[in-house]
């Protein structure tokens, strides 16, 4: 958030261009991409993608960036979900979009490419016309269209041959190489591996991450020369992403032992079953409601079963819990045997298995002794 307000800030200190009339970039222009590391806050865990358009004797240096938003817009998280959010391009100056990427301790890399005059001059008239009102506007969506299929595509079009995709870290399925960028943040992998269905578990065949675009521009040739004819590190960042202690899966392990022992109470055990329930109620009515082909066909459901809300007031037997809770849970497991989903999600299936146990446990126990 604070890099937005940073950005927001300087583009209020930066001269106005009008997206009209530009001239035609002289012999001095270069093109360069720009790959900026990952931060701290959600929206960043996976990197950012600009171009910047340097031409000195025009006195030009602007970075374009797909990857604004307004966190005014109304109804803004519903958007968001159901996938009709709307992001945008826009530049600013390079030394304000460095300024920016500085304060957040995020390294930045450039690949100067080595493209003709003609080259160069598309790549410019096609990023001046997405600035127009009919096209500056894009429904964002994570792997199809983000800040970095946005600039795949203009260089694609600029190129007689497209990028390859077939690049190191870019041939597993889309969830493996999600989770990659999550090692060190337990659950916001989790979260991001309950809310993807099966889609994101086929092998990838876009380059949709910043560092996987880099790679591919850096084994690319065009008639027999390296498509990149300079790489500079621009900005190194002084300190890696640190992780707390809590955000790990072994911290998520042990704290499920613990409320496994709390699961004994009540109280403890249908908070527990809320929560998950209201979760189940969600991924059903998202994959009704969103846009985004990633969240379809989520077996999470299997997992947080909606039904697990109606704990408190159920009075069923063991057979009854087991068709309900059991099956859905050991079906959840079966699905995912193969995917990396089943073991990012192994405490909250403890839990609720434990949970589950104990609620037959005691419930029967009662039972039997009110029979007594």
């Given amino acids: ?111 100067i490419l080595d493209l003709n005059d003609q080259q160069k001059q598309i790549v410019w008239n096609e990023l001046n016309e997405s600035l127009s009102e009919n096209n500056k506007y894009y429904i964002y969506k994570f792997i199809d269209q983000n800040c970095t299929t946005k600039v795949v595509d203009i260089v694609n079009n600029t190129l007689e041959v497209p990028l390859r995709t077939t690049v190191e870290g870019n041939t597993a399925s889309y969830r493996k190489i999600l989770n990659t960028y999550l090692h060190n943040r337990y659950f916001e992998m989790l979260g991001i591996n309950l809310i993807f269905g099966s889609k994101v578990d086929k092998k990838s065949d876009l380059l949709f991450l910043p560092d996987k675009f880099m790679n591919a521009l850096a084994l690319t040739s065009v008639a027999g020369k390296p498509l990149v004819k300079e790489t500079l590190t621009v900005f190194e960042a002084r300190q890696g992403n640190h992780t707390a202690w809590w955000n790990t899966f072994i911290f998520a392990l042990v704290l499920s032992g613990g409320l496994i022992v709390l699961g004994r109470y009540k109280i403890a055990r249908y908070t527990y079953f809320f929560i998950f329930g209201l979760l189940g109620v969600f991924f059903f009515a998202v994959g009704f409601y969103s846009l985004h082909k990633e969240l379809l066909d989520n077996n999470s459901i299997l997992l947080c079963n909606p039904l697990l809300v109606f704990i408190p007031f159920l009075k069923w037997n063991k057979k009854l819990y087991s068709i309900v809770f059991g099956i859905p849970l050991l079906l959840f497991i079966a699905l995912n045997i193969t995917s990396e989903k089943l073991w990012i999600s192994l405490p909250v299936i403890l839990l609720i298995l434990f949970s589950l146990l104990f609620e037959i446990y005691f419930f029967n126990f009662k039972l039997n002794t009110n029979k007594k």
């Avoid at 929206?43 to 000195?56: C, E, K, N």
């Avoid at 030394?95 to 690949?111: A, P």
């Fill in 1 to 111: 958030m604070k890099r937005y307000i940073l950005f927001f800030l300087l583009l209020l200190c930066s001269p106005i261009w009008s997206a009209k009339n530009e001239e035609p970039l002289s012999d001095t222009a270069q093109i360069s991409i720009l790959t900026c590391g990952t931060g701290e806050e959600l929206y960043a865990l996976f990197g950012h993608t600009a171009i910047r358009v340097s031409d000195p004797m025009q006195g030009i240096d602007r970075v374009y960036n797909y990857g604004l938003f307004d966190f005014l817009t109304p109804n803004f998280y519903g958007k968001f979900v159901k996938g009709d959010l709307l992001y945008f391009v826009d530049y600013d100056t390079y030394k304000n979009f460095l300024i920016s990427y500085i304060y957040d301790d995020r390294t930045v890399y450039e690949q």
